[in-house]
């Protein structure tokens, strides 16, 4: 169980990371911000999750995908307060972000 949540924190940073990338934020201390700001919301987010499952709650499409929401408005705070910058730009950075780690999470975890 606990290699599963590690499976899915590294994804996040990959992925997350990669489209960071791919949108310009190249400069060492924006891949640190992406880094840490998702190593804090990736597990807190899991734990929701587990937590709702203790509670008797099944984790569905809809209740992660809201979830995934809450995360992605979360870190683009974060990220307009790490970065200062464009609001608008990180907004979309974020939302670009987490929408790539969630359908890779899909497909790898409730796929099978």
């Known amino acids: ?13 990959a992925i997350e990371c990669g489209v960071a990338l791919l949108l310009g934020y190249r400069k060492y201390q924006y ?35 809201l979830l995934e929401i809450v995360v992605a408005i979360a870190e683009w705070r974060l990220l307009v307060y790490g970065f200062g ?7 979309i950075f974020s939302i670009l972000a987490n929408a790539a780690s969630f359908l890779a999470g899909v ?4 796929t099978r």
């Open 85 to 91: 910058g464009s609001p608008g730009r990180l907004l």
């Open 31 to 65: 891949l640190l911000t992406v880094l840490m700001i998702n190593m804090i919301t990736n597990p807190i987010l899991n734990y929701a999750l587990l937590g709702l499952s203790f509670l008797g709650i099944e984790a569905t499409l809809v209740r992660v995908s």
């Open 107 to 110: 497909l790898i975890f409730w």
């Open 1 to 13: 169980m606990l290699s599963r949540y590690l499976v899915s924190l590294l994804l996040t940073l």
